[in-house]
């Protein structure tokens, strides 16, 4: 000690030789890396801390973990996962066309579906997959069982956890507005440069119906409450250990029930709101039965699947009258026919399967999946998402 403060110029020589040598050696790992792949120099500033020790990941470095998206739409979810990862050379991130990935499949580890139908003859092909993978929740697509036979797992990125149930709920919010307020006689207006019309309606001291009490539901129900509006909802097991408490629950809905209470509530409704999983149980389940239950007038919003719906009968129930307009974030088929007769009625909304692609919950589900990547290249639990089989 007495050596260092006699010698104070000898310690500076030492610490300004120290930070050179760390200079350099980063300076040349950075140039390896950009050379490798084009990455600009603020890639590494992100820490590899958490997933592998600096020697494991250079090592790693030759063994890439292969990461698929299939299809081109929903484009923000390959964009945002490729920025993520994009300072880990050692995951590689590709996207193909739906109609390619049958003939690619077999090069990859993990597989995100979009909207992209996983059937068996496809899972048969995917030799090196470890798991599929939903950008959200929805595995309906998925053969879960053919999945499992190969070894594979298959999983969903909880909506309760990302924003994607808020998204969602604020979509469904902004379907029942629209169709109250007469969105599309709206626009026939202002072209016409007419004022005052058309008269709408209110949402408050209005009962709305929330079929599927789940994740969406609950956050749906949230912020319903301030509306001041009556909510009933179903949910098949009202003890599932994901729900709120029993006072939040008693809080949020003035009408508990069950599957029996379907048409009861849809018949109380005003509006009715889908947020159900798409099964074998639940397809069609807003058939004609259902919308006759209804009241005349009342209004339906979708933004689950566009499988809940039989189309026959929504379309009987819109031309009659007795169905008081629809609002559909999901259809039967995707992308939708622009010209499909249920879109010329002006008591009628669509979107392009956007309500819960929002910048908040598209970047958590990329950090979501790009950490799922890291951890299963590094041999780690995978952590974030909730494994079905």
């Not at 509006?229 to 408490?245: D, Q």
Request: net charge neutral.
């Amino acid at each position: 000690m007495l050596f260092l403060h006699s010698q104070p110029r000898l310690v500076d020589i030492l610490a300004s030789t120290a930070a050179q040598m760390i200079g350099v050696l980063g300076h040349t790992l950075r140039g390896c890396v950009r050379r490798r792949r084009g990455l600009p120099n603020l890639l590494l500033n992100r820490s590899l801390s958490g997933y592998a020790g600096m020697g494991d990941v250079i090592e790693n470095s030759h063994k890439v973990t292969n990461l698929l998206f299939c299809s081109p739409h929903f484009p923000a979810a390959t964009n945002y996962t490729k920025e993520y990862l994009e300072s880990y050379p050692f995951i590689k991130v590709d996207e193909v066309a739906l109609d390619e990935v049958s003939d690619v499949i077999h090069k990859y580890h993990i597989c995100v579906v979009k909207n992209r139908r996983m059937d068996a003859l496809t899972i048969a092909k995917a030799v090196q997959m470890k798991l599929i993978m939903q950008y959200g929740v929805g595995l309906d697509g998925v053969d879960i069982d053919a999945a499992t036979k190969h070894k594979i797992k298959v999983a969903r990125i909880p909506g309760s956890t990302t924003g994607n149930a808020a998204s969602c709920a604020e979509m469904a919010i902004y379907f029942m507005l629209g169709l109250l307020r007469k969105q599309k006689e709206m626009e026939i207006a202002v072209k016409q440069k007419n004022l005052g019309v058309p008269v709408g309606e209110n949402l408050f001291g209005k009962t709305v119906f929330v079929l599927g009490f789940g994740a969406i539901g609950v956050d749906l129900a949230k912020r319903l409450r301030p509306f001041g509006v009556k909510i009933l909802a179903t949910k098949r097991n009202w003890a599932s250990v994901s729900m709120p408490s029993n006072d939040e629950v008693d809080y949020l809905v003035d009408k508990k029930g069950g599957q029996e209470n379907l048409y009861e509530f849809a018949g109380e409704a005003d509006i009715v709101v889908t947020c159900l999983s798409l099964s074998a149980e639940t397809a069609g389940i807003i058939d004609g039965k259902f919308l006759a239950s209804m009241k005349k007038g009342s209004l339906l919003v979708n933004i689950a699947r566009g499988g809940l719906l039989d189309y026959s009968s929504v379309y009987q129930h819109l031309h009659s009258g007795h169905l008081g307009g629809l609002a559909m974030d999901v259809t039967w088929t995707e992308p939708f026919d622009p010209e499909d007769p249920i879109l010329q009625f002006p008591n009628v909304l669509i979107s392009p399967h956007i309500a819960g692609v929002t910048e908040h919950s598209y970047r958590a589900m990329a950090k979501v999946v790009g950490d799922v990547a890291l951890q299963l290249h590094a041999g780690k639990p995978l952590e974030g998402i909730e494994i079905v089989n």
